[in-house]
C-alpha cells in the first residue's frame, strides 16, 4: 500500500520540480534573447565592469537540462527531429577529425566554433524534458510587461539622440554595436544592437496583430497601443532591415489571424521572404540610387560593404578545392581568436557554407527545416494562441534577416520560448 501511494507522489514531486525547472529555464532565455539586460545591470552595480559573462547563461542552460533528464529519463524526443540531431552531431565528429588534421586547429577552437554556432540546435534533445511546461498566457504577458519599458527606452534614446545606457564596459566585454547612425542615435534599449531589439519588437508586433484579431473591448484597445508603440520604436532603430523584418512579421501575423493561413502556405512564405532578401540585397539598391543624397536611410556604404565581404569569402569557400567546398573552412566569425578576428560575413548562409561547407550547411538547413515545421504543427494545435502566433510570424521572417546578419540564435530563441510553453 506504502509504495502504491509513493509512486504517484514522486511523480507529483517530480513534475513539480521539472516545473519550476521551466519558470527559470524561461528566465535564462529571455536573459539570453534580451542581450544587454544582464551586462547593462553589471555595469551598473560594478562601476562599468562586467563581471559575471553572459557564458553563464549557457552554463545554466546545461545545467537545468541535466537536471531536467535525471527527473523524467524519457526525453520523448520525435523521430524525425532525433534523426537530424544524430547526423548533425556524426557530421561534427567527422568536422572536428578533419579540421584538426587537415588545418591544424585546435581542439579548442574546433569545439568552441561548433559550440558558438550551433549551441541550442546540439542541446535541443535535451530540453525536451521541458516541452509544454509554462503556461503561454504567463510567458505571452511577461513578454509584454517587459516590451512596455524597453520600447519607452529605446523611443527615448532616440528622441533624445543620447544612448542614456553605456554603449561598451570598461573592461569591452560588452559592446553596443552600431548605435551611431550618421550622429543620430539608433534605438538599442537593453540590447546588445538595434537589430538584436527589432527581433524583439517582430515578435510583439506580430502577437499585437494576433491580439487585435481575438481580443475586445479594453484589451483590443490595449493590443492596438501596443502595436502602435512596437512600430513606432521600429523606426526609432532607424535600421531598414529592421523595417522590413517587422512589416512580414505583421504581415504573417495578419495572415495567420484575419485569412486563417496554415500548414504549407505558411512554409512558401519562407521562399516569398527570401526572395524579398534578395530583392533588397541585390535590386533595391539600384532602384533607389536617385535618392542616396536625400536622407541617410537610402545610403547604400553599409551594403557595398557586405557585397565586398561576400565575394571574399565566397571565393574563399569555392576557389581552395572540392574538400573546402564540401567539408568547409573551419572559420568563423568571431572576436576571440586572433585568427578569425577580421573575419565578418553578417550572413547566415554564406557563413555556414563557409565554415561547415557544403554537406554541414544542408544538415543544419535540414534541421532548421525541422524547427520550422514543428512551429508550423503547433499553430495547428494553438490556433488561437497569441504567442504561437507570434513566434511563428517573428520565426517567418528568418529567410529575410539570415541574408543580412547572423541570426540563427535570435531564432532558436524564440523556438526555445514557444517549445516549453503549453497550451493555455
Known amino acids: 500500500m506504502a509504495y502504491t501511494h509513493s509512486r504517484p ?4 514531486q517530480s513534475w513539480g520540480l521539472s516545473h519550476w525547472l521551466g519558470y527559470i529555464l524561461l528566465l535564462v532565455l529571455l536573459l539570453s534573447m534580451i542581450d544587454g539586460l544582464m551586462p547593462q545591470t553589471e555595469m551598473a552595480i560594478f562601476s562599468g565592469h ?16 541535466g537536471l531536467g533528464v535525471l527527473i523524467k529519463r524519457k526525453l520523448g524526443v520525435p523521430i524525425p527531429m532525433l534523426s537530424a540531431w544524430v547526423t548533425l552531431v556524426t557530421y561534427l565528429l567527422f568536422e572536428a577529425i578533419f579540421f584538426t588534421l587537415s588545418a591544424n586547429y585546435s581542439l579548442i577552437y574546433v569545439a568552441y566554433s561548433f559550440e558558438s554556432a550551433l549551441y541550442f540546435l546540439l542541446l535541443l534533445p535535451l530540453l525536451y524534458t521541458f516541452k509544454e511546461t509554462v503556461d503561454e498566457r504567463q510567458i505571452a504577458t511577461l513578454i509584454t510587461w517587459l516590451f512596455v519599458p524597453l520600447a519607452i527606452l529605446g523611443i527615448w534614446q532616440s528622441v533624445t539622440n543620447h544612448p542614456i545606457l553605456p554603449t561598451i564596459s570598461v573592461d ?28 524583439f519588437l517582430a515578435l510583439v508586433a506580430a502577437m499585437g496583430v494576433a491580439a487585435l484579431g481575438q481580443c475586445k473591448g479594453r484589451r483590443k484597445s490595449l493590443a492596438a497601443i501596443g502595436l502602435v508603440l512596437a512600430l513606432v520604436a521600429t523606426y526609432m532603430t532607424l535600421t531598414r532591415a529592421t523595417y522590413v523584418e517587422v512589416l512580414l512579421a505583421v504581415t504573417t501575423a495578419a ?13 512558401l512564405l519562407w521562399g516569398a521572404y527570401a526572395g524579398i532578401g534578395l530583392f533588397v540585397a541585390f535590386v533595391a539598391p539600384a532602384i533607389i540610387a536617385g535618392l542616396r543624397g536625400t536622407d541617410h536611410l537610402f545610403a547604400d556604404a553599409s551594403l557595398l560593404i557586405r557585397y565586398e565581404e561576400w565575394a571574399h569569402y565566397g571565393g574563399i569557400w569555392l576557389n581552395h578545392g572540392i574538400a573546402t567546398m564540401l567539408f568547409g573552412t573551419g572559420l568563423m566569425q568571431s572576436s576571440r581568436f586572433a585568427f578569425t578576428r577580421k573575419i565578418v560575413i553578417d550572413n547566415v548562409w554564406l557563413s555556414l557554407l563557409f565554415q561547415f561547407g557544403l554537406i554541414g550547411f544542408l544538415i543544419i538547413l535540414a534541421f532548421i527545416w525541422q524547427l520550422w515545421k514543428t512551429l508550423v504543427d ?15 510570424s517573428a520565426c517567418s521572417t528568418f529567410p529575410f534577416t539570415s541574408i543580412f546578419g547572423i541570426t540563427t540564435l535570435d531564432y532558436i530563441l524564440l523556438f526555445m520560448i514557444w517549445f516549453i510553453s503549453s497550451k493555455a
Open 255 to 267: 495572415l495567420i489571424t484575419f485569412f486563417k493561413w496554415r500548414g504549407i502556405r505558411l512554409s
Open 50 to 65: 562586467v563581471l559575471i559573462p553572459t557564458v553563464v547563461l549557457k552554463w545554466l542552460v546545461i545545467a537545468i537540462a
Open 378 to 392: 503547433g499553430l495547428q494545435a494553438r490556433p488561437r494562441s497569441i504567442l504561437t502566433i507570434g513566434v511563428v
Open 9 to 12: 507522489q514522486a511523480r507529483a
Open 172 to 199: 569591452q566585454y560588452f559592446q553596443v554595436y552600431s548605435w551611431d547612425f550618421y550622429g543620430r542615435v539608433r534605438a538599442f534599449s537593453l540590447f546588445g544592437s538595434a537589430s538584436n531589439f527589432g527581433h
